[in-house]
């Protein structure tokens, strides 16, 4: 089951505010012990450290994961993204292909302004079915990837990735962070 926490409406109680057994959502994101599973972490870091003051902790990032477990080491240079990693990692039918890419497409014609849509159709309550489906659609994906790319994990290719997911939220928490451009496609140095 996923479920979305509509950030816009609850602001930043919706980080400090506390559960029964007294932990935020703020303790569990800024936790070393909790692991959490983002692919490419640096935007989302970027965006919780900048607005709500969050440094995220115990990351395991999906696309790092994905890159120390291709058979190929010639083809590390550059990391894949999501869909990618989707449509090549998982053993998906062709008409779970052609919804998950008909969901993100829709998704991008309402929010892309290259493609007509507007960012704004994030900040309309309640969220319409389609925006509600993009959001939820990727996640949806994560623990069947990340059983994939840790079940070919070595201890040696786990450490490295904690690391460089360590250093990808430093990075991103920075003053003169770029989370766009041509960079963002170039696997870390300390995983080719």
């Known amino acids: ?21 007294g932990t935020t959502l703020k303790d ?18 970027d965006a919780v450290c900048y607005h709500f003051g969050i440094k995220l902790a115990g990351i395991q990032d999906l696309q790092l994961m994905e890159l120390t477990t291709r058979r190929i080491q010639l083809h590390r240079k550059y990391l894949f993204g999501l869909s990618k990693c989707v449509e090549g990692d998982l053993s998906l039918t062709i008409a779970e292909i052609r919804g998950w890419k008909e969901t993100k497409e829709k998704g991008l014609n309402l929010f892309a302004p290259e493609r007509g849509g507007n960012y704004e159709v994030f900040n309309i309550r309640p969220l319409s079915d389609a925006v509600m489906q993009y959001c939820i659609q990727d996640v949806q994906f994560m623990p069947k990837l990340w059983r994939q790319y840790h079940s070919k994990m070595t201890r040696l290719s786990s450490v490295k990735v904690q690391a460089a997911s360590r250093e990808r939220v430093a990075l991103s ?3 003169d962070y770029n989370g766009k451009g041509q960079h963002m496609a170039l696997a870390p140095v300390s995983l080719r």
């Open 28 to 45: 569990i994101f800024e936790s070393e012990s909790i692991p959490k599973v983002f692919f490419d972490v640096r935007n989302d870091s």
């Open 173 to 175: 928490q920075t003053k």
């Open 1 to 21: 089951m996923t479920y979305v926490i509509d950030i816009h409406t609850l602001g930043k109680e919706a980080f400090c505010t506390p559960g029964r057994a």
